[in-house]
Structure formats: C-alpha cells, structure tokens
C-alpha cells in the first residue's frame, strides 16, 4: 500500500532560525495537503498543492510539490514560538482514503 | 459557526468491551471521515461516509464498523476492543468526497483500552 514518510521525526530549533520538513510518498500522488497539530490539539488544514512543482506561500511559510508529485516540503523562515507543533503531510493517490505522513514535531526555544 | 464536535472527549474501557464514538460535521458537510491516531504517529484513515454510504474503508479489521445517518453525523463503533486499540480517534468533515477537498478535523475522543 501506499506509504508516506517524513522526514526529521523531530526538530528543536532556536526562535528565529528556519526549519523544514521534507514528506516522500511510494506512489504518485493525485495533490498533497499539509496539516499542523498543536500538543493536545487535532489537525488543522494548511494547504493544498496540485500541480507538479508547484510552490505556494502563506507568510512565513512556503510549501513545495516535488515535480514527480511524489515529494513535498513545507519550509519556515524565521520560526515564532507560536510554529511549535506537528507537521504532516497528507496525500490521495487518486483513492479516497488520505494517507498521512508519519510528521515532524516542531520545538521551538525562545 | 460550529465547528465538528466529537463527543464523548474522554472513554476509558476494558479489553473485550464495545465502544460507540459520535461526530457531528460542519453544518453543509455531507462526508465525514474516522482516523486513528496513535499517540506519536499520524492518523490513520478507518473509514469515509457520504450520503449514508461507505465510500472508502482503510485497513482496519471487521471490529470497526461505522454508520452516517440522515443529518450526516456519523457513529463509529469498535467491537472486542483490545489493547492496541487505544488512541485519539478522530472524526473530519468535509464537503464532498473530491479528494481535493480540505478535512476539517474535530477535537477526537481519547480512548484508554485496560
């Protein structure tokens, strides 16, 4: 079956330094969907990426579909104390069962 | 407005015991979807309703089972629990089942299986 992975499992970084988290997929995927939860809290949709290497941005963040549809990458510049969380990455692969990454646990020290 | 809702918040059972989760989605919302999140991992899709009918089943086994009725709340039910079954399980709605459709997630119910 298809599997997503991501990758670090886990990254502490200083306020005010970048970070990025890298999501590989099996197959080829139809788009990707990139979520961030909060400790103790439940997913929150980010964004949608459809088109190979597309590239979008929402201020401090941009995300990036890989051109063979099957990575992704989701970059912060210049991480606030308020990006602590988990990432993940989330894609169909023309089904509709969304498969999510393993994610990437975002600490961030003030 | 209201966002899922997801009750009960909390549920703690026993090995073998039967369990009954609840979602109601977004007002509008006509699919709804269960995940299964093990703490430290991403969630894992159980199931996906629209219009009252199964539209997508994940890898669980036959103890999972789930319902979507005429308002579009769903029930998930899971049978002989066992340990593993532990988790934050979480209900999503959205719009349509067009995977390009954004999943507005609920605050999920944590189950403890002792």
């Known amino acids: 079956g298809q599997q997503v992975m991501q990758i670090p499992q886990y990254q502490h970084v200083q306020e005010g330094e970048d970070f990025t988290t890298y999501c590989n997929s099996s197959?080829?995927?139809?788009?990707i969907q990139w979520y961030k939860q909060r400790p103790g809290g439940h997913p929150v949709f980010l964004i949608q990426?459809?088109?190979?290497?597309e590239v979008k941005k929402q201020k401090r963040l941009t995300f990036q579909f890989g051109e063979a549809k099957k990575n992704s990458s989701l970059h912060i510049t210049a991480t606030q104390t308020t990006d602590v969380g988990t990432y993940f990455c989330?894609?169909?692969?023309?089904?509709?069962?969304?498969?999510f990454g393993s994610g990437t646990r975002l600490q961030v020290q003030p | 407005d209201a966002g899922v809702t997801q009750s009960p918040t909390h549920l703690i059972k026993t090995r073998g015991q039967q369990v009954t989760l609840r979602c109601s989605p977004i007002?509008?919302?006509?699919?709804v979807s269960w995940y299964q999140q093990v703490l430290g991992q991403g969630p894992q899709f159980i199931f996906q309703?629209?219009?009252?009918?199964?539209?997508g089943r994940g890898n669980f086994p036959d103890r999972f089972s789930a319902r979507q009725f005429p308002n579009y709340s769903s029930e998930l039910n899971v049978n002989a629990l066992l340990l593993g079954d532990s988790a934050l399980y979480l209900c999503?709605?959205?719009?349509?089942?067009?995977?390009?459709?954004?999943?507005?997630f609920g605050p999920g119910t944590r189950l403890t299986v002792l």
């Open positions: 999503a709605s959205s719009l349509t089942t067009d995977s390009g459709n954004e999943q507005f």
């Open positions: 197959t080829t995927l139809s788009n």
């Open positions: 990426l459809v088109k190979s290497g």
């Open positions: 989330a894609g169909y692969t023309g089904r509709r069962a969304l498969t």
């Open positions: 007002s509008g919302h006509k699919s």
């Open positions: 309703y629209y219009e009252k009918e199964e539209r």
